[in-house]
């Protein structure tokens, strides 16, 4: 086991499983959001989840799709779309040996640019706050692949 | 190599690896029930999917949505919210050195929620059954992110 | 650190790093041809988007779903879904200690079945092109998965 605790025990994997963590734990958030909007607006996607509403006519009414419901299935979904790249790159990144501070940079503003744009996503802010924090997000990941493609390239 | 055989030899990431294979595994046979329902139902989201069926009118009406085909998709896409969540942070969390026993106990808590979840989604089994095994899967993974943050944070 | 760069320095864990690298810079390609669709089109989802266009009805008329936004959105959603699977089964496969020669065949398939099916899927090229595609991606990645299960099947 020395070398796994050698392994967790580098700063920079250390700062990587913890921002994984924490946008993750994000990430789950919307899960819990849906649950909220769905029983609010009694806006549902499965006949066997209106039972509680009644039977027949009565029930299928809940059978509809809400705005509030829609947008955080969307923002959930650009969530999985853009940290799913995060995670895979950011492991490897974080493998390859980068400075410290480089990689907390990294890290750093991925996380608060995906927490920031699930705020633009929700309230909703004026654009072009959501594309900013989207981009920022992006570039981070872009910037984590170009260093392991310019380091470790092996086809 | 001594070092990844040492890696992979840890009985604890033995295990993560075994459950997280057989949970994608799980997640990939979406894929093939949904093709199941798109053929058995005939309904297509793509032009030339139907291309089989004839030209024309006598195509495009199979260019339509499917209650059955729609019930896998959300199945689907509910699995990607929560497996994705479940390996990241297994990952670092089979990584931190818990008990074997724990481990055990969060990998096959996790595993048998998100078989019982499609198995309940795909019946559909009444409410709240698959509320409760989505909830099981998703408090393993705030248990597995609980303890990464509060023995290893690092900001 | 001698046990990390002993880790990142084993080839085929390289191979890996490199392929999954690529894999996911194609998929978070998706995200912008999706926003060229969305502007080229002018087919947006959320009210805040079409700000640019004008106020109230002459806004409201480009809420609306294209069938080129909506093709390129579920080329991105069916990558998820496959290089998921790929990623995490393809990173315990890169530890298990496969022969450099049948891991980069695995990486190679996957990454080059991947890019042929969002050509096949964007064009669109006439059915079974997109099906063998993901048919070949999908096989690579049960292989790897196989291959584990036989080799260090821990339940």
Redesign the interface.
């Known amino acids: 086991?020395?070398?796994?605790?050698?392994?967790?025990d580098?700063?920079v994997?250390?700062?990587y499983?913890?921002y994984?963590?924490?946008v993750?734990?994000k990430?789950?958030l919307?899960?819990v959001i849906t649950a909220y909007f769905r029983m609010t607006r009694k806006a549902f996607?499965?006949?066997?989840?209106t039972?509680?509403f009644g039977k027949g006519e009565n029930a299928k009414k809940f059978l509809r799709t809400d705005p509030d419901v829609?947008?955080v299935r969307?923002g959930?979904?650009n969530d999985?779309?853009?940290?799913?790249?995060f995670?895979?790159?950011g492991?490897?990144y974080a493998?390859?040996?980068p400075a410290l501070s480089t990689a907390l940079l990294h890290f750093r503003i991925f996380v608060g640019a995906r927490i920031f744009h699930t705020i633009a996503y929700l309230t909703?802010?004026?654009?072009p706050c959501?594309g900013l924090s989207w981009a920022a997000g992006?570039a981070v990941?872009?910037s984590m692949?170009y260093r392991?493609?310019t380091t470790?390239?092996?086809?």
Not at 45 to 49: A, Q
Not at 80 to 85: A, D, W
């Open positions: 086991m020395a070398e796994l605790s050698q392994l967790i580098s700063e994997f250390l700062a499983a913890t994984t963590t924490i993750l734990l990430m789950m919307m899960s996607s499965n006949p066997e989840d039972a509680t829609e947008r969307r959930h979904l999985l779309e853009n940290i799913v790249p995670i895979g790159i492991l490897l493998l390859s040996g909703p802010l004026p654009q959501r992006y990941t872009i692949a392991l493609l470790g390239l092996y086809l």
